[in-house]
DNA sequence: GTCGCGATAGACTGATCGGTATAGACGGAT
DNA sequence: ATCCGTCTATACCGATCAGTCTATCGCGAC
């Protein structure tokens, strides 16, 4: 490993743990299984991470940013009204197999207030996706974009976890009609 | 202990386990600190319960029974709006000290598919929610009560989710007017 | 009075948990 | 040539996990 190279062991290392962790839960998945899983020694997963809190601290944080980079290009690649777009990203995501809720409503299930670095991330995550849902909103000229964004994520998360609970990716169309009538109610025509 | 009676330490198990499970988790809390904070032997619990699953279960299906009765009542007591009463009730339960978010919800989220029977009971309690907000819409001469009720529980999910984790009850009042705003675009005027 | 049911205490299993200790191997930079 | 950062294997720690076993006790029903 060169000098100033970033370890490849460190990214191998979490994206074991991301599928891991997501799919089974944090207190679901060990150490030792996300080393061996990895191929990686135990040694080095706690050369990189000073403690599983760290790795699962690393792991919100990376899946944060790509997470809303994903939701903002896939929200920008359609036409019509970018606020209801976001609601058509969603219904893609929960056709997904691997598909199993929001990663962020799921660790803060999971571990509340027994990871407080974790319930932060968990919180910020949901803060700038109201301030995305905010800024799309202002683009589309509401006068009340932060309320507006307010009330539709509610709508955002209460379909992620619907659709997780129930296994029906058709949710996001409920989720998208009620947005359609939010946002009317806020003055403004849905125009697709 | 008589011999038709019903145990009374099946019912202070069930207490215990239900104050930690839903504070803690069900991973987070083992049988042997269940039984002790009950009062209980170990072997009692696996009287009662044939494992720490079919404990989780016998939770799950109580506390689905409670807390339905719970919103029943508390919407019952209400003047106005029997659908938007709802939201005010879930606002009074947010600023309860021990909120903690859904326990199906984060259920759902720690042990998603690794508890087949939990998540059948999770997705039953949604299923009995939705019908419940049916049934209201119903009363109050909606012409698609189970569309609008499909969509109001995306906003109760979303409420609750998001009080938890933001930690700000007023979430409710945001719930209660897109609520307001989604009844209005099935043709009923709010009327409180 | 005795039978059976609910419950008791406490020791025990094998597995897994998060985390540590030790000591060495490899390769690039100086 | 040597040093350092990365990574390796392996063994180990005490704690906790879910679950079992044994042996006994209190008490109401009959």
């Known amino acids: 490993m060169a000098r100033g190279e970033k370890a490849d062991s460190r990214r191998r290392i979490l994206d074991t743990a991301a599928e891991l962790f997501y799919r089974e839960g944090v207190r679901g998945v060990g150490v030792d299984r996300i080393a061996a899983e990895s191929g990686v020694a135990k040694m080095t997963l706690y050369y990189q991470f000073r403690s599983k809190d760290e790795l699962v601290a690393a792991w919100l944080r990376r899946r944060d940013e790509e997470w809303m980079s994903w939701l903002e290009s896939a929200v920008e690649r359609r ?3 970018r606020l209801l777009a976001v ?43 109201a301030e995305y849902l905010a800024n799309l909103a202002r683009r589309e000229g509401v006068a009340e974009p932060d309320a507006l964004a ?41 125009q697709a």
Chains 1, 2 share one sequence.
């Open 87 to 129: 609601f058509d990203a969603l219904g893609e995501w929960f056709e997904t197999p691997s598909f199993r809720g929001c990663t962020f409503i799921n660790a803060h299930a999971e571990l509340g207030s027994s990871h407080p670095a974790a319930a932060e991330i968990v919180a910020s995550h949901k803060r700038s996706l």
């Open 150 to 190: 307010r009330e539709l994520l509610l709508l955002v998360d209460g379909a992620i976890v619907t659709a997780s609970i129930q296994g029906d990716s058709r949710i996001a169309d409920d989720a998208r009609q009620a947005a359609a009538k939010v946002i009317a109610g806020y003055g403004l025509a849905a």
């Open 79 to 81: 036409d019509g009204s």
